[in-house]
């Protein structure tokens, strides 16, 4: 039986093949936050499944086949804090501002 496994160069390839469609679905949605699930097929094409405003975006048990995912959910997690921040500062009056700045 033969492996189904990639290389890191169709990976790579993949990766680059996948940047312009996702910036493009990105920008026709017009949200600040939206997800694209997605699969790289074995030829090294990208396939879409979805995209959309509501993608759940969840943490894998540590010793589960898809905990190689955590890292990844945690940077989403931290991008997704910092732009509620930048958000809610923008929309804060001024004794808002000093309130958030002395705390942190």
């Known amino acids: 039986m033969k492996s189904a496994g990639f290389s890191p160069i169709r990976v ?3 990766a680059t ?7 493009n679905i990105g920008e ?6 939206a997800g694209i699930d997605f ?8 396939f879409v499944f ?6 759940l975006v969840h943490y894998e048990r540590d010793d589960g086949p898809l905990k190689h995912k955590n890292g990844h959910v945690q940077r989403i997690v931290d991008a997704f804090e910092q ?3 930048r958000r809610s500062l923008s929309h ?13």
């Open 12 to 14: 790579a390839r993949s």
């Open 28 to 33: 026709r949605l017009a949200l600040d936050y």
């Open 39 to 46: 699969t790289i097929l074995p030829d090294g094409r990208v």
């Open 92 to 104: 804060a009056g001024p004794r808002d501002l000093r309130r958030h700045t002395e705390s942190t």
């Open 83 to 85: 732009m509620m921040i």
């Open 17 to 23: 093949a996948l940047y312009v469609p996702s910036r």
């Open 50 to 55: 979805e995209a959309n405003a509501t993608m």
